[in-house]
């Protein structure tokens, strides 16, 4: 690997630099690149850990990638949809805690027109006109971001997942890498603060394929980029595949976080949910340079059964106060807003 105190004067890296620190050992990861992160997270987005409260609000999707339990052809899968008025419940559940972003979450569910969708933003910001909420519910005919974000809709949250398209091709059928891309330019366009995130240890993926993940969400210059590792789901066609690697998935955090500089980067679900200490898992995120953590409030009967991989964990704030204390970090409430751009006013 090129001597990374000459590679880090220049803030960047070519892909077969990023190939090369993919595949380097554990102790040059730890001894040379995670400092760094830390180091640029510290810079560009100050101490605070931003916290986002999350409603899973149905698991039906249309879709039918190969990796995801949420899956039409899952029929092992207890369906829920939550109506307005409980999702309304939850929003207010988040606002009364003090949490200034409100992530709505889906499967590629048409069930909720867009004037449904919009009915939802609309209620939420009449309680609290300050709150942000993010959209992550899938691709969408175009007039429906347009009106989502007439509504008062902030973010949108759509991960590209690999940017290989003939990978992307396969895991998902029916749709293309390049029409994910599309969406997520017109997405930027519209005013949306975007969210894109890939998966780390598909099968079939090569490191070759993480470095343009990495390169792939620099070039786009995301506003969030949300990274795991692959787990399998068992009622998927993928369900006996070898999860991702912990440590591969943190080194594409903390690249990503180095090429990215004020991207926010989640300490992700799916990393957390890959051992028994949570603490733990969150500390390594932190230090690589995750800044945001999002915290369930799907009711517990709903929740269980939002499956996108097996053996999910929910994360608390307890948690999450113990790992930022103990990484010299501090949570925050507040929007989060991004910070590649001066976004002062507060649509209503």
Same mark, same amino acid.
């Given at each position: 690997?090129?001597?990374?105190?000459?590679?880090?004067?220049?803030?960047? *890296?070519?892909?077969?630099?990023?190939?090369?620190? &993919?595949?380097?050992?554990?102790?040059?990861?730890?001894?040379?690149?995670?400092?760094?992160?830390?180091?640029?997270?510290?810079?560009?987005?100050?101490?605070?850990?931003?916290?986002?409260?999350?409603?899973?609000?149905?698991?039906?999707?249309?879709?039918?990638?190969?990796?995801?339990?949420?899956?039409?052809?899952?029929?092992?899968?207890?369906?829920? /949809?939550?109506?307005?008025?409980?999702?309304?419940?939850?929003?207010?559940?988040?606002?009364?805690?003090?949490?200034?972003?409100?992530?709505?979450?889906?499967?590629?569910?048409?069930?909720?027109?867009?004037?449904?969708?919009?009915?939802?933003?609309?209620?939420?910001?009449?309680?609290?006109?300050?709150?942000?909420?993010?959209?992550?519910?899938?691709?969408?005919?175009?007039?429906?971001?347009?009106?989502?974000?007439?509504?008062?809709?902030?973010?949108?949250?759509?991960?590209?997942?690999?940017?290989?398209?003939?990978?992307?091709?396969?895991?998902?059928?029916?749709?293309?890498?390049?029409? #994910?891309?599309?969406?997520?330019?017109?997405?930027?366009?519209?005013?949306?603060?975007?969210?894109?995130?890939?998966?780390?240890?598909?099968?079939?993926?090569?490191?070759?394929?993480?470095?343009?993940?990495?390169?792939?969400?620099?070039?786009?210059?995301?506003?969030?980029?949300?990274?795991?590792?692959?787990?399998?789901?068992?009622?998927?066609?993928?369900?006996?595949?070898?999860?991702?690697?912990?440590?591969?998935?943190?080194?594409?955090?903390?690249?990503? /976080?180095?090429?990215?500089?004020?991207?926010?980067?989640?300490?992700?679900?799916?990393?957390?949910?890959?051992?028994?200490?949570?603490?733990?898992? &969150?500390?390594?995120?932190?230090?690589?340079?995750?800044?945001?953590?999002?915290?369930?409030?799907?009711?517990?009967?709903?929740?269980?059964?939002?499956?996108?991989?097996?053996?999910?964990?929910?994360?608390?704030?307890?948690?999450?106060?113990?790992?930022?204390?103990?990484?010299?970090?501090?949570?925050? *409430?507040?929007?989060?807003?991004?910070?590649? #751009?001066?976004?002062?006013?507060?649509?209503?």
């Amino acid at each position: 690997m090129k001597e990374f105190q000459k590679v880090r004067e220049i803030y960047t *890296f070519k892909k077969e630099e990023l190939v090369d620190i &993919l595949a380097s050992d554990e102790m040059t990861f730890y001894n040379e690149i995670l400092p760094y992160a830390f180091q640029i997270r510290k810079k560009y987005l100050g101490n605070k850990v931003w916290i986002r409260g999350i409603i899973e609000f149905s698991n039906y999707c249309f879709r039918n990638c190969l990796y995801c339990g949420l899956r039409r052809e899952n029929k092992n899968l207890k369906r829920y /949809r939550m109506s307005i008025e409980e999702i309304l419940t939850c929003a207010k559940k988040i606002i009364d805690t003090g949490i200034k972003t409100i992530v709505l979450q889906s499967g590629d569910d048409f069930f909720y027109k867009k004037e449904d969708i919009c009915k939802i933003i609309n209620l939420i910001k009449s309680y609290d006109k300050t709150v942000a909420i993010t959209l992550s519910i899938g691709e969408r005919p175009t007039e429906d971001y347009i009106h989502f974000y007439q509504a008062g809709a902030d973010r949108y949250l759509l991960k590209h997942e690999t940017s290989n398209p003939n990978l992307y091709k396969i895991l998902h059928p029916g749709q293309s890498f390049e029409k #994910r891309k599309d969406i997520l330019l017109f997405l930027k366009k519209l005013g949306y603060q975007v969210g894109a995130g890939n998966i780390v240890g598909l099968p079939g993926q090569t490191l070759e394929d993480l470095a343009d993940d990495i390169i792939f969400m620099t070039e786009l210059d995301v506003d969030m980029a949300g990274i795991g590792p692959f787990i399998p789901q068992s009622n998927t066609p993928l369900g006996g595949y070898k999860k991702g690697d912990e440590l591969l998935t943190l080194k594409v955090i903390a690249l990503t /976080r180095i090429l990215t500089k004020n991207t926010h980067l989640p300490a992700t679900t799916a990393l957390i949910s890959q051992t028994e200490s949570k603490i733990e898992v &969150l500390k390594k995120s932190f230090l690589v340079g995750a800044d945001v953590v999002m915290i369930s409030f799907t009711p517990d009967e709903y929740r269980e059964n939002y499956k996108i991989y097996d053996n999910r964990k929910k994360i608390f704030l307890k948690e999450i106060e113990i790992a930022t204390k103990e990484v010299g970090l501090e949570i925050s *409430f507040d929007r989060g807003d991004s910070f590649k #751009r001066c976004i002062q006013h507060q649509k209503v």
